[in-house]
């Protein structure tokens, strides 16, 4: 069994200069794929439930599909809630055997989202359960816009929020279709300058491939969240799919030949990271 939380993945990939990447679900073939390639490239990985996930698929099910996932896997997985937005979520998702939450309190006064987040996290670390927070506010392309992370939010956040990883946005933007985002090293220093806990960067696909790399040798930033970039290789794989099948109806037949394709790129991904 290597089910495991995000210290257990994060300290170690802080301290040997390496990333892990946050790896965004949407159902049971992107799962698949995606713990095949962390085995093949014997690295751990971050399974995440987020909010458009869980509106499909009742959490319930996630968690234990994630669960046996990491369960049968060679290297250890992480199941964890993204963007959680109510202590009642993260309990729920711990009660379905999430072994890691995101309490995102992004858009709550900076008192208050310290204090919600100490109060998940005396409860997440009694069931030995991992929390990540967020400071700042990550914006989305063609969405809310960004807030950056303050120095001083990020600083009293890390010293009291008893959190074990701290989502930042320094330049980083959610669901963007081409990586040309530009990533502010300086307020990144500073950053690092005053904390110590392992940071996460969301938005990972809109951030080049080359400062991925870069950021995951030089910096504390250890997670990289990354979604856009895997749906499109999956859509791809589908759209070949229903053209080399163009009189099947099974569903089975059909997404059969997406699971190496979302393999492939995954493999990228992690390499691109932690080699
Ligand atoms: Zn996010």
Redesign the pocket.
């Known amino acids: 069994m290597t089910i495991a939380t995000l210290r257990d993945v994060l300290q170690r990939a802080m301290e040997e200069n390496y990333a892990v990447a946050g790896l965004v679900v949407l159902g049971w073939e992107d799962a698949l794929a995606f713990t095949e390639a962390a085995e093949e490239t014997g690295q751990p990985i971050i399974l995440q439930a987020g909010p458009g996930c869980r509106k499909h698929t009742p959490v319930p099910v996630l968690g234990a599909m994630m669960r046996g996932l990491a369960e049968q896997a060679s290297v250890p997985v992480v199941c964890h809630i ?2 959680a937005r109510s202590i009642e979520e993260c309990r729920q998702s711990i009660e379905c055997g999430f072994s890691s939450v995101m309490f995102d309190g992004s858009e709550l006064p900076i008192e208050e989202n310290v204090a919600l987040t100490a109060r998940i996290c005396d409860e997440a670390r009694r069931a030995g359960v991992s929390v990540e927070g967020e400071i700042g506010f ?1 914006g989305y392309a063609e969405g809310k816009t960004s807030a950056m992370t303050s120095v001083e939010e990020a600083a009293l956040f890390d010293r009291e929020s008893g959190a074990d990883a701290m989502a930042i946005s320094i330049g980083n933007v ?1 669901l963007q279709t081409d990586a040309n985002a530009r990533i502010d090293m300086q307020r990144l220093r500073e950053i690092e300058a005053a904390t110590t806990l392992p940071l996460v960067l ?1 938005g990972g696909s809109g951030i080049p491939a080359d400062t991925r790399r870069e950021l995951a040798k030089t910096s504390r930033v250890c997670k990289f ?1 990354i979604g856009t970039e895997l749906r499109q290789a999956f859509g791809k794989a589908l759209r070949q799919s229903l053209a080399d099948k163009p009189d099947s109806f099974d569903r089975i037949e059909l997404l059969k030949p997406v699971i190496p394709a979302i393999r492939r790129e995954t493999v990228k991904v992690i390499s691109g990271l932690s080699d």
Do not use: G
């Open positions: 993204d963007h990550v959610h969301h969240n």
